[in-house]
């Protein structure tokens, strides 16, 4: 719990599989972490299609790229450029959020029957 004169701070990359969350320093470290499951590679596909990219706060939460930009930004762990997403379009851009810039797509191999579930 933060005190008076603290705020929450963004403290991990994240990715929540469900109800599992995989944390790294980046997003793609985060991945590695589903890469080397010890489950059926289609399971794994499956969990990284569905995956949603976020942080780990200092306290535990789990927030989207939308939430821990502002928490980023409140607790001056960010500024300038990178805190803009007007400027910044490869952290900020596009309607759904992505987890490194495609690096998913590429790393896991498409089968049929495997999709984003709506």
């Known amino acids: 719990m933060t005190g008076i004169f603290e705020t929450e701070k963004i403290a991990a990359s994240a990715l929540r599989c469900g109800d599992q969350v995989f944390t790294g320093p980046t997003h793609f470290a985060a991945m ?14 499956q969990m990284m299609l569905d995956a949603v990219d976020g ?6 939460r ?21 805190a803009d997403p007007a400027k910044n379009k490869a952290f900020y851009g596009g309607t759904e959020p992505r987890l490194d810039s495609g690096m998913v797509e590429s790393m896991a191999p498409f089968k049929a029957g495997f999709r984003r579930r709506a």
């Open 62 to 82: 789990f927030v989207t790229r939308e939430e821990g930009y502002a928490i980023a930004r409140a607790s001056r762990q960010i500024g300038g450029d990178l």
């Open 32 to 45: 590695r972490k589903i890469i080397t499951l010890d489950v059926p590679a289609e399971q794994k596909t």
């Open 55 to 60: 942080f780990v706060t200092d306290e535990g």
